[in-house]
C-alpha cells in the first residue's frame, strides 16, 4: 500500500513540476510596500503575482482580472506562499499576497476563555490590511474586480480570511483555508468554502470551527483531509505536500472554469486529479 502511495504521488508530482518549472516565465511577481496615513504609516507590505499576458490585456482595458487575497500564517512571510500564488496566476487571477503582521505586532494572543482565543484585535486589523491594501491598488495597477475576491489563508491567515468574510460577505466569491483553527466557518450559504486540513497533533482546530459533514454538504462546504503537518502549508514545506495542496486547490478552482488559455510556448502543464488503482487489477488508470 505504501508503495502505491509512493507511485501515486511521483505521477502527479512530475506534472507540477513541469507547471512550476513553466510558470516562472509566464508569471510576474512584484513586491512593494504601501504606508498607511491612517494607521501611523503603518507598513503593508504585498506581493502582485500576475501572467505577463492577462497584465498587458487587462491595462489595456480587454479584460478584467479576477482578485486572489493570500494572508500569511503567523510566523511565515507573505512572500512563501509562491505555490499558491503562481496558481492563481497561471488561471488568470491577481494574485495579491499580504504580510498581516510586523514584528511591532508581538506575538499573537491565546486566551482560552475568550472568543478566537482574544484574537479579534489581529483579525480586525487583518481585515483593515486587505482593505487598505485593495484601496491603493485600484489606483496603481491593471484593471481588476475588487468587488468579487477570492480569499486564501494558512493558519492565522485562513482565519483572517474567514472573518473578512463574514463583516463583508458582500465583497467576497469564495474562501479557502488551509488549516485555520480559530474562526468557525460561515454556514449561511453565500459563498463556496474549501478548507484543507492538516494531521498534526499539535494544532487542532477550537472546537466548533470545521461543521459537521451534514452541515458541510448543505452549504457547499468543501472539507478535505490531507496527511501533512500545519507547517508544511507553505512553500517551506515539502514538495508532496504542495502538489497535494495545488491539486485539490485546482479542481475547487476548476469547478466553475477550465484553465484560462496560455500562449503555447509558456504553457504551463495541466495538475491532473488523484491516479486511483483499478480495483480489479491493481494498474494504474486515470479517471
Given at each position: 500500500m505504501k508503495r502505491k502511495s509512493l507511485i501515486l504521488l511521483g505521477l502527479l508530482a512530475l506534472p507540477v513540476v513541469g507547471y512550476f518549472t513553466a510558470t516562472k516565465w509566464a508569471i510576474r511577481h512584484e513586491t512593494l510596500t504601501l504606508y498607511d496615513p491612517t494607521r501611523d504609516n503603518r507598513p503593508v507590505a504585498v506581493e502582485l503575482t500576475v501572467r505577463r499576458d492577462k497584465e498587458l490585456r487587462a491595462i489595456a482595458g480587454m479584460t478584467t482580472l479576477p482578485v486572489a487575497v493570500l494572508s500569511n500564517g503567523n510566523t511565515v512571510k507573505f512572500t512563501e506562499y509562491s505555490f499558491l500564488a503562481n496558481l492563481f496566476a497561471a488561471r488568470g487571477y491577481l494574485a495579491i499576497s499580504i504580510q498581516q503582521d510586523t514584528d511591532a505586532d508581538g506575538p499573537l494572543a491565546t486566551k482560552a476563555e475568550e472568543p478566537y482565543a482574544g484574537r479579534i484585535a489581529t483579525y480586525e486589523r487583518g481585515v483593515t490590511n486587505i482593505l487598505f491594501a485593495i484601496d491603493r491598488l485600484k489606483l496603481m495597477g491593471a484593471n481588476a474586480d475588487y468587488g468579487h475576491l477570492t480569499l486564501i489563508g494558512h493558519s492565522n491567515g485562513g482565519d483572517i480570511s474567514m472573518y473578512f468574510a463574514k463583516v463583508h460577505p458582500e465583497l467576497v466569491r469564495r474562501v479557502v483555508t488551509l488549516d485555520s483553527l480559530r474562526v468557525p466557518f460561515m454556514t449561511d450559504g453565500k459563498f463556496r468554502i474549501l478548507a484543507i486540513r492538516a494531521n498534526d497533533p499539535d494544532f487542532k482546530a477550537d472546537p466548533g470551527v470545521v461543521p459537521d459533514p451534514y452541515i458541510c454538504k448543505m452549504f457547499g462546504i468543501r472539507v478535505l483531509q490531507t496527511e501533512y503537518r500545519h507547517t508544511d502549508m507553505s512553500d517551506r514545506g515539502p514538495d508532496r505536500a504542495k502538489t497535494t495542496v495545488v491539486a485539490m486547490l485546482d479542481q475547487f478552482l476548476a469547478?466553475?472554469?477550465?484553465?484560462?488559455?496560455?500562449?503555447?510556448?509558456?504553457?504551463?502543464?495541466?495538475?491532473?486529479?488523484?491516479?486511483?488503482p483499478d480495483p480489479m487489477t491493481g494498474n494504474l488508470e486515470r479517471p
Amino acid at each position: 500500500m505504501k508503495r502505491k502511495s509512493l507511485i501515486l504521488l511521483g505521477l502527479l508530482a512530475l506534472p507540477v513540476v513541469g507547471y512550476f518549472t513553466a510558470t516562472k516565465w509566464a508569471i510576474r511577481h512584484e513586491t512593494l510596500t504601501l504606508y498607511d496615513p491612517t494607521r501611523d504609516n503603518r507598513p503593508v507590505a504585498v506581493e502582485l503575482t500576475v501572467r505577463r499576458d492577462k497584465e498587458l490585456r487587462a491595462i489595456a482595458g480587454m479584460t478584467t482580472l479576477p482578485v486572489a487575497v493570500l494572508s500569511n500564517g503567523n510566523t511565515v512571510k507573505f512572500t512563501e506562499y509562491s505555490f499558491l500564488a503562481n496558481l492563481f496566476a497561471a488561471r488568470g487571477y491577481l494574485a495579491i499576497s499580504i504580510q498581516q503582521d510586523t514584528d511591532a505586532d508581538g506575538p499573537l494572543a491565546t486566551k482560552a476563555e475568550e472568543p478566537y482565543a482574544g484574537r479579534i484585535a489581529t483579525y480586525e486589523r487583518g481585515v483593515t490590511n486587505i482593505l487598505f491594501a485593495i484601496d491603493r491598488l485600484k489606483l496603481m495597477g491593471a484593471n481588476a474586480d475588487y468587488g468579487h475576491l477570492t480569499l486564501i489563508g494558512h493558519s492565522n491567515g485562513g482565519d483572517i480570511s474567514m472573518y473578512f468574510a463574514k463583516v463583508h460577505p458582500e465583497l467576497v466569491r469564495r474562501v479557502v483555508t488551509l488549516d485555520s483553527l480559530r474562526v468557525p466557518f460561515m454556514t449561511d450559504g453565500k459563498f463556496r468554502i474549501l478548507a484543507i486540513r492538516a494531521n498534526d497533533p499539535d494544532f487542532k482546530a477550537d472546537p466548533g470551527v470545521v461543521p459537521d459533514p451534514y452541515i458541510c454538504k448543505m452549504f457547499g462546504i468543501r472539507v478535505l483531509q490531507t496527511e501533512y503537518r500545519h507547517t508544511d502549508m507553505s512553500d517551506r514545506g515539502p514538495d508532496r505536500a504542495k502538489t497535494t495542496v495545488v491539486a485539490m486547490l485546482d479542481q475547487f478552482l476548476a469547478d466553475e472554469g477550465a484553465l484560462t488559455s496560455i500562449p503555447e510556448m509558456m504553457e504551463p502543464d495541466p495538475i491532473p486529479q488523484m491516479i486511483e488503482p483499478d480495483p480489479m487489477t491493481g494498474n494504474l488508470e486515470r479517471p
